[in-house]
C-alpha cells in the first residue's frame, strides 16, 4: 500500500468550475500536508502546505486536511485553463524530512 | 536570481552503463534533494545532501549514489543502469532552518531513457 494515494484522473472541468482534488494517506505520523503543481516538462511547484488538521486558504485554492479520516483535499475555486496542470498531493513527518508523494491527478480546465 | 537548474536536460544511455546528473541549487539554498519521478507517477525521494554529507535516504539500492560540492552544487551517479531506471530525475533545493516548514524548490529535471 502506497503511504498517500491519489486518483490519477484525468479531470476534465469546464472554465469557472470549482475543482476538488482528493488524496488519502496511511501512516497517521505524517505532519505536514502539501500541494504541489507541476506543468508538462517542469518540475512541481508548491501551491501550499497545512500543518496537522485544518483548512487553509491561498486566494482561489484552499486545502483541508482531515487527520481523523486521514483525507487531504484541494478546492480550486473559478477555475482557469490555466489552472491545466498534474496536481500531486504530499505528506512530511516534519518540517524538513523527506517528501512522500501521490501519484499525482491530471486536470484538465476547457475554455 | 535563477532557480535551481539541472543538466542535462535529457539523456540516453543503455542498460549496464552509468550515468551523472547534475544539479545546482538556488540562490542562498545549501540543502539538495534528489527525487525520481517514474512516467505518470509522483516523485520519489532518492536522498538528501546538506553540509556534503547524505543526510537522508529513500528506498533506492546502492547503484544510486551523490556528492555535494563545497559550492552546494550536488551530482546524481546511477551505475549498472536498468530499463527500469528511465524516469525524470529532479532536484529540489532549500535553505536549511532550524524549525519551520523547509520548502523545496525543484528544477527542471533531467529525463534519462535507458534502452
Known amino acids: 500500500q502506497k503511504e498517500v494515494e491519489q486518483d490519477p484522473g484525468p479531470l476534465s472541468v469546464p472554465e469557472g468550475a470549482i475543482v476538488s482534488l482528493n488524496c488519502t494517506y496511511s501512516?497517521?505520523?505524517?505532519?505536514?500536508f502539501m500541494w504541489y503543481r507541476q506543468y508538462s516538462r517542469k518540475g512541481p511547484e508548491l501551491l501550499m502546505y497545512t500543518y496537522s488538521s485544518g483548512n487553509k486558504e491561498d486566494g482561489r485554492f484552499t486545502a483541508q486536511v482531515d487527520k481523523s479520516s486521514k483525507y487531504i483535499s484541494l478546492f480550486i475555486r473559478d477555475s482557469q485553463p490555466s489552472d491545466s496542470a498534474t496536481y500531486l498531493c504530499a505528506a512530511r513527518y516534519s518540517s524538513a524530512s523527506k517528501i512522500i508523494f501521490g501519484s499525482g491527478t491530471r486536470l484538465s480546465i476547457r475554455p | 536570481d535563477a532557480g535551481v537548474t539541472q543538466s542535462p536536460t535529457h539523456l540516453i544511455k543503455t542498460r549496464g552503463q552509468q550515468v551523472t546528473l547534475r544539479c545546482s541549487p538556488k540562490s542562498g539554498h545549501d540543502t539538495v534533494s534528489w527525487y525520481q519521478q517514474a512516467l505518470g507517477q509522483g516523485p520519489q525521494f532518492i536522498f538528501q545532501y546538506y553540509e556534503e554529507e547524505e543526510r537522508q535516504r529513500g528506498n533506492f539500492p546502492d547503484r544510486f549514489s551523490g556528492h555535494q560540492f563545497p559550492n552546494y552544487s550536488s551530482e546524481l551517479n546511477v551505475n549498472a543502469l536498468l530499463l527500469g531506471d528511465s524516469a525524470l530525475y529532479l532536484c529540489a533545493s532549500s535553505p536549511r532552518r532550524q524549525g519551520g516548514f523547509e520548502t523545496q524548490y525543484f528544477g527542471p529535471g533531467t529525463r534519462l531513457l535507458v534502452l
Open positions: 501512516n497517521s505520523a505524517f505532519q505536514y
